[in-house]
């Protein structure tokens, strides 16, 4: 079976590779994106409707307010697209195979260090996805590279001339995920695609 596959976020870091490991395999895919066109936003009951009227088999939910900070710039959009949207769309799409990027920052959403990212990821995961608690990917992405993360700032700083490269706050352990190990994971589903033999009620780690 030939999947009818959508990706949420196509766009960005990941959903670009994705998109081209997709079309090397000889599969085309449906994409929602704020920054395409035109520009569909999953946190509208628009973007919403379009989504659920094209019928998709397969759902890589990729969009995110990524990261910390950009998340405390607008917590309730961050709240609308990490944690609304998922949960909307796979009701909406009941019978399609939601996989959902989620955060391995979610295993540390306890106590008083809580945060917006952390806990908006933790609340959009509902039995049923197949979830995905990822690290950092790390990775060359000449289509849409991501230099706000700290490896790709290091690797970056550290091919400066002078090289210059300055580490701030507390020890910290982040699992990571390179981004060819992943793209290559979620395209294996798309290629290998059968809603009766995906395994929906588990979460993986990828670290």
């Not at 090397?24 to 895919?29: D, I, P, T």
């Not at 995905?132 to 992405?141: A, C, E, I, K």
């Not at 090289?163 to 981004?179: D, Q």
């Given at each position: 079976m030939i999947p009818k596959i959508l990706i949420t976020g196509h766009c960005g870091y990941v959903g670009t590779a994705l998109g081209r490991a997709l079309n090397?395999?000889?599969?085309?895919?449906l994409g929602?994106?704020?920054?395409?066109?035109?520009?569909?936003?999953?946190?509208?009951?628009k973007g919403q409707d379009l989504i659920v009227a094209a019928k998709p088999d397969l759902i890589f939910n990729l969009a995110a307010i990524s990261g910390e900070t950009a998340c405390l710039k607008n917590v309730?959009?961050?709240?609308?697209?990490n944690c609304w949207a998922p949960r909307e769309l796979f009701f909406g799409c009941a019978d399609s195979v939601f996989v959902q990027a989620s955060s391995a920052s979610v295993l540390g959403n306890r106590g008083p260090r809580v945060t917006p990212y952390a806990s908006t990821k933790a609340r959009s995961e509902i039995s049923g996805m197949l979830i995905?608690?990822?690290?950092?990917?790390?990775?060359?992405?000449?289509?849409?590279?991501r230099w706000d993360t700290p490896a790709h700032k290091m690797m970056k700083d550290g091919l400066r001339s002078p090289?210059?490269?300055?580490?701030?706050?507390?020890?910290?352990?982040?699992?990571?995920?390179?981004?060819d190990f992943l793209v290559a994971y979620l395209c294996s589903l798309a290629v290998n695609f059968s809603s009766s033999t995906l395994d929906e009620s588990n979460t993986y780690c990828a670290s």
């Open positions: 090397r395999v000889g599969l085309q895919f929602a994106d704020i920054r395409a066109d035109p520009a569909i936003d999953i946190s509208t009951q309730k959009k961050a709240i609308s697209v995905l608690r990822l690290g950092t990917v790390v990775g060359w992405n000449p289509e849409c590279m090289p210059k490269i300055t580490v701030n706050g507390p020890k910290r352990m982040r699992p990571w995920v390179t981004l």
